[in-house]
Nanobody, 126 residues
Framework: QVQLVESGGGLVQAGDSLRLSCVASGRTPSRYAMGWFRQAPGKEREFVAASSWIGSNTYYADSVKGRFTIARDNAKNTVYLQMNSLKPEDTAVYYC???????????????????WGQGTQVTVSS
């Protein structure tokens, strides 16, 4: 029903910034929460940030709080992840996810999301 496509990844140096984008298509109206997860080699996929459909409620993992910002444009069915002050430990494949939920709810678990993108690689060198 919903397709998600991430973009914006790349190779950067520590301290640089990147902005990831995720465009959703298919099911309308766009009543869903949006989130970002990441998975580094040899590690489990972990929660990064998420935003509710209404109310701009957000939640961030402690590891990215103060450096990353999630924003969404419902009119464009797009969610962004602005990543500043990148660190080598931020290196991972970043996945966009969409979950149909309550208007103000911010899902943080993988099982709470219904659709996933294919991921975009972010590599941060020392």
């Amino acid at each position: 029903q919903v397709q998600l496509v991430e973009s914006g990844g790349g190779l950067v140096q520590a301290g640089d910034s990147l902005r990831l984008s995720c465009v959703a298509s298919g099911r309308t109206p766009s009543r869903y929460a949006m989130g970002w997860f990441r998975q580094a080699p040899g590690k489990e996929r972990e929660f990064v940030a998420a935003s509710s459909w209404i109310g701009s409620n957000t939640y961030y993992a402690d590891s990215v709080k103060g450096r990353f910002t999630i924003a969404r444009d419902n009119a464009k069915n797009t969610v962004y992840l602005q990543m500043n002050s990148l660190k080598p430990e931020d290196t991972a494949v970043y996945y966009c996810a969409a979950g149909y939920t309550g208007n103000y709810y911010v899902p943080r678990l993988r099982d709470e999301y219904d659709y996933w993108g294919q991921g975009t690689q972010v590599t941060v060198s020392s």
